[in-house]
């Protein structure tokens, strides 16, 4: 981090987010206006026309995002796949192909393998662990090495530092998937990415209320293509999910502490728990990116998987039981959610490379009491 950047959690509050010029409204307004006088044909105030070509609400948002990753360019989009979507058809065309995680976001993988495909653009899975592998994955025509770090849900760790250094030799950019890490925890872009994907939806809108994605770019001129695209293509945020998103920015750093703080407790609890085979966690010491984290990401962050014992049913079981840990999809958000991977986020993934274990529980610790979290897994699990 350069020594002139205000810390993190003053960018959060501060970056893009100056008081109103108009009025000192001390926090920005939701900018509903579709359209902005102009003064003469042409005269443009502060650069804005139209709102999909941007919107003032919108732009805080992607200058906070911008200075949260530590890029040039932050853009803010209707989803985390509206923002991969405009991504991947910015920088491939038919003939390019794709090198992704063997176990990417399921939503990722179907974009790439089932939709972009229609338009001749080529990927292969690679296990991004072995660097081997991964070069003999890329092709002449690589654009793109997709890599998220963790994984959903088995929690996997990938060396972006080495990973950036692959990509870059083969003429290709490598994109992170930050969703899980949030950039409190991590900042791809200083390890040598290209471009940050975010599903703003989980850790950075941070209370369920508000589907959304962002992409940070290091490259200015990267980014004025991807902003043309954005314009081109459509898929921006509204003024006001952009808004919901900036407030969840500015406690993002105190709600990331609480979250690992609960997470570090319940691992304890499932590490010592009779009925569990193995808890994926890059905290624990004896799990295989363990080191890797350790270097590149400033905590473990508030998502467990866990494997059962005694096999899928319980695993289903487990997941019915819990009370305060909502059985429901999605992460990231203040309260606790508990699922079956296997039969809910990932379901589509059966039969192929990216199927995971039916006997696999994932947690998203939320910031409630972690006394009252314990006491509902104890009973939940008490088979
Ligand atoms: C949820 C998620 C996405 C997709 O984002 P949406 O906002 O649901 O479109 C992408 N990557 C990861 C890791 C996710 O968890």
Same mark, same amino acid.
């Given at each position: 981090?350069?020594?002139?950047?205000?810390?993190?959690?003053?960018?959060?509050?501060?970056?893009?987010?100056?008081?109103?010029?108009?009025?000192?409204?001390?926090?920005?307004?939701?900018?509903?206006?579709?359209?902005?006088?102009?003064?003469?044909?042409?005269?443009?105030?502060?650069?804005?026309?139209?709102?999909?070509?941007?919107?003032?609400?919108?732009?805080?948002?992607?200058?906070?995002?911008?200075?949260?990753?530590?890029?040039?360019?932050?853009?803010?989009?209707?989803?985390? $796949?509206? *923002?991969?979507?405009?991504?991947?058809? =910015?920088?491939?065309?038919? #003939?390019? %192909?794709?090198?992704?995680? @063997?176990? !990417?976001?399921?939503?990722?993988?179907?974009?790439?393998?089932?939709?972009?495909?229609?338009?001749?653009?080529?990927?292969?899975?690679?296990?991004?662990?072995?660097?081997?592998?991964?070069?003999?994955?890329?092709?002449?025509?690589?654009?793109?090495?997709?890599?998220?770090?963790?994984?959903?849900?088995?929690?996997?760790?990938?060396?972006?530092?080495?990973?950036?250094?692959?990509?870059?030799?083969?003429?290709?950019?490598?994109?992170?998937?930050?969703?899980?890490?949030?950039?409190?925890?991590?900042?791809?872009?200083? $390890?040598? *990415?290209?471009?940050?994907?975010?599903? =703003?939806?989980?850790?950075? #809108?941070? %209370?369920?209320?508000?589907? @959304?994605? !962002?992409?940070?770019?290091?490259?200015?001129?990267?980014?004025?293509?991807?902003?043309?695209?954005?314009?081109?293509?459509?898929?921006?945020?509204?003024?006001?999910?952009?808004?919901?998103?900036?407030?969840?920015?500015?406690?993002?750093?105190?709600?990331?502490?609480?979250?690992?703080?609960?997470?570090?407790?319940?691992?304890?609890?499932?590490?010592?728990?009779?009925?569990?085979?193995?808890?994926?966690?890059?905290?624990?010491?004896?799990?295989?990116?363990?080191?890797?984290?350790?270097?590149?990401?400033?905590?473990?962050?508030?998502?467990?998987?866990?494997?059962?014992?005694?096999?899928?049913?319980?695993?289903?079981?487990?997941?019915?039981?819990?009370?305060?840990?909502?059985?429901?999809?999605?992460?990231?958000?203040?309260?606790?959610?508990?699922?079956?991977?296997?039969?809910?986020?990932?379901?589509?993934?059966?039969?192929?490379?990216?199927?995971?274990?039916?006997?696999?529980?994932?947690?998203?610790?939320?910031?409630?009491?972690?006394?009252?979290?314990?006491?509902?897994?104890?009973?939940?699990?008490?088979?």
């Amino acid at each position: 981090m350069k020594d002139s950047l205000p810390g993190f959690n003053t960018r959060a509050i501060h970056a893009g987010q100056e008081p109103d010029a108009a009025t000192g409204a001390v926090i920005v307004p939701v900018h509903l206006t579709t359209t902005y006088k102009q003064d003469g044909v042409g005269g443009l105030r502060g650069g804005y026309e139209y709102s999909r070509s941007a919107n003032p609400t919108r732009t805080a948002l992607q200058e906070a995002l911008a200075a949260l990753e530590q890029g040039t360019t932050g853009m803010a989009f209707a989803s985390g $796949l509206a *923002a991969e979507d405009t991504l991947l058809r =910015t920088v491939c065309e038919p #003939g390019s %192909h794709i090198v992704l995680g @063997g176990d !990417a976001y399921g939503g990722t993988f179907r974009l790439i393998s089932r939709v972009l495909s229609r338009w001749g653009i080529e990927h292969t899975p690679a296990d991004l662990n072995d660097a081997d592998a991964l070069r003999a994955a890329v092709r002449p025509t690589t654009r793109v090495i997709w890599c998220e770090t963790p994984t959903n849900p088995l929690l996997n760790i990938a060396d972006i530092a080495l990973t950036a250094e692959v990509a870059h030799d083969a003429g290709a950019l490598l994109v992170v998937d930050n969703t899980f890490a949030s950039p409190y925890l991590q900042q791809p872009l200083t $390890l040598g *990415a290209d471009v940050v994907v975010h599903s =703003t939806t989980k850790y950075l #809108g941070g %209370h369920s209320d508000v589907v @959304g994605g !962002a992409l940070v770019v290091a490259d200015a001129e990267l980014g004025e293509r991807l902003a043309y695209h954005q314009n081109a293509m459509g898929a921006v945020a509204g003024p006001f999910d952009a808004w919901l998103v900036l407030r969840g920015l500015k406690t993002l750093g105190v709600r990331m502490d609480r979250h690992q703080d609960n997470a570090a407790r319940i691992v304890d609890f499932l590490e010592g728990h009779p009925a569990v085979a193995r808890v994926l966690y890059p905290g624990l010491p004896d799990h295989p990116g363990h080191g890797i984290a350790a270097r590149q990401m400033s905590g473990f962050g508030g998502m467990i998987s866990f494997r059962l014992a005694a096999g899928e049913e319980a695993a289903l079981k487990v997941c019915e039981r819990a009370q305060l840990f909502t059985l429901a999809e999605s992460l990231g958000g203040v309260e606790s959610l508990i699922e079956h991977p296997g039969r809910m986020t990932h379901a589509s993934a059966a039969g192929s490379p990216l199927e995971v274990p039916g006997d696999l529980v994932r947690l998203s610790v939320g910031i409630e009491d972690v006394e009252d979290l314990l006491a509902d897994l104890d009973q939940a699990m008490t088979l």
